[in-house]
């Protein structure tokens, strides 16, 4: 048993173990601080891959972004708990006969598929150079350049649909109607009053 | 040298997991979200190693494009959340179909 071995299963299981926590525990904050654990043990594994790019964006996006964002929304939201657990006991036989058919089901054609793989995954990529971040910016840049821009506009994409679902309209704030301008008539604004008193 | 087939398990045990999340917790939207990060992660579990064993960087670039996906999915479905709760106080997902609009 080599020293990798001992950190794979280390991580392998506590990865295991927070993501169940993740789909059982029943306060979402607790759930998402096991998520963020989840994505901090597979930073390690995907180190152990040689993807070390992809493991540093893991932590810095994941658990410094989107897990943030999640966990401002779980803050915001007044949720009654107890309303929300109310079907897990129901649905509990149903969530344990399908993760045993899949998990039964995959582990059963990945080792019939993979088992005598004899050759070491754990290898270093060159392209040109053993520095994994520069491999992949080269192939960013050049190959995939289309792909990468088309990344920059889904990303916008999100920002604004995002923005627009949230914005409250504020109705302090003083703003022109173009097109009630432009449909106003002169009847809508000038009132003609005869005079009454003039005629005693 | 760890043989590729512990990665393949592992990843398929997590994308199990996160199946059974989705059923289990049919009513917590919010929990619904993290089970399919959690299967998103597992998926790029297996371009890794898929790449790796190809030894071919197209999987580890596939990664990156999925990680930008998935961060602006997350961010239009915590925003949906959010536009739920406000109108309904609840984010239940049987209330989702309430919002029309």
Request: charged fraction near 15%.
């Given at each position: ?16 173990f ?26 390690i ?27 401002f ?6 949720i ?32 019939d ?12 990529i ?22 990468f ?13 995002a923005?627009?679902?949230t ?13 009630e ?20 | ?21 989705i059923?289990l ?32 960087l197209?999987g ?32 239940n ?9």
């Amino acid at each position: 048993m080599e020293i990798e071995l001992y950190v794979f299963f280390l991580f392998s299981f506590a990865l295991i173990f927070s993501a169940l926590r993740v789909i059982t525990v029943n306060n979402p904050v607790k759930a998402a601080i096991y998520l963020v654990f989840c994505f901090f043990f597979s930073a390690i594994l995907w180190l152990l891959l040689n993807a070390e790019f992809l493991s540093i964006i893991l932590i810095l996006v994941y658990v410094g972004a989107v897990m943030v964002l999640f966990l401002f929304v779980v803050m915001m939201l007044d949720i009654n708990l107890a309303k929300i657990q109310e079907g897990f006991v129901n649905y509990f036989p149903v969530g344990l006969i399908v993760f045993f058919v899949m998990a039964v089901l995959l582990i059963f054609f990945l080792s019939d598929q993979f088992s005598n793989m004899d050759k070491n995954i754990i290898q270093e990529i060159t392209l040109i150079g053993s520095n994994n971040t520069k491999n992949l910016g080269y192939l960013l840049y050049t190959e995939f350049i289309l792909a990468f821009e088309i990344a920059g506009i889904i990303l916008l994409l999100g920002i604004i649909a995002a923005i627009t679902l949230t914005h409250k309209k504020n109705i302090l704030t003083k703003y022109q109607n173009p097109s009630e301008q432009v449909k106003a008539t002169k009847s809508d604004r000038l009132k003609v009053i005869k005079d009454e008193g003039q005629k005693q | 040298m760890i043989p590729m087939l512990y990665y393949l398990i592992l990843s398929s045990l997590l994308f199990s997991i996160s199946l059974a999340g989705i059923f289990l917790n049919r009513k917590n939207i919010l929990i619904l979200l993290m089970s399919i990060e959690i299967m998103f992660l597992s998926i790029n579990f297996n371009f890794i190693i898929f790449g790796n064993f190809l030894v071919d960087l197209t999987g580890q670039i596939f990664v990156f494009f999925i990680l930008t996906v998935v961060a602006a999915e997350s961010a239009i479905g915590l925003a949906l959340i959010v536009v739920l709760y406000r109108n309904k106080q609840s984010i239940n997902v049987d209330d989702i179909g309430k919002l029309k609009g």
